[in-house]
């Protein structure tokens, strides 16, 4: 069975940071575009980045110079680092190969002080 399991997720408070992984079990990245999602309680999943194959990046407006997402192709790991965090960033966030439409479980990032 394919996995994606996220973790680093956590309580920060605002203007703080964050670096969340996400592994590939059993299926290697390599030629995937990755991506991380949000969501919070009552609103829909919203796209915050995403990665190609060759490392081109797309990143939500609300994000964009926030959050970084890099990947390593030879540990089959992508990573979202996040960079002055706000409450509104409070969500779980979830990761995606958009080859497989494997997700991840998800975790919870929750900024408050």
């Known amino acids: 069975q394919v996995r994606l399991v996220e973790s680093g997720g956590g309580l920060v408070q605002p203007g703080g940071s964050l670096r969340l992984s996400c592994v590939a079990i059993r299926r290697a990245i390599t030629v995937a575009t990755m991506g991380w999602y949000r969501q919070s309680p009552g609103k829909q999943r919203d796209l915050v980045a995403s990665i190609n194959v060759v490392g081109g990046t797309y990143y939500a407006d609300f994000v964009k110079g926030r959050f970084t997402i890099s990947r390593d192709n030879a540990k089959s790991t992508v990573y979202l680092q996040m960079d002055s965090l706000k409450p509104e960033d409070t969500a779980v966030y979830y990761c995606?190969?958009?080859?497989?439409?494997?997700w991840g479980q998800g975790t919870q990032v929750t900024i408050s002080s």
């Open positions: 995606k190969n958009f080859a497989t439409n494997d």
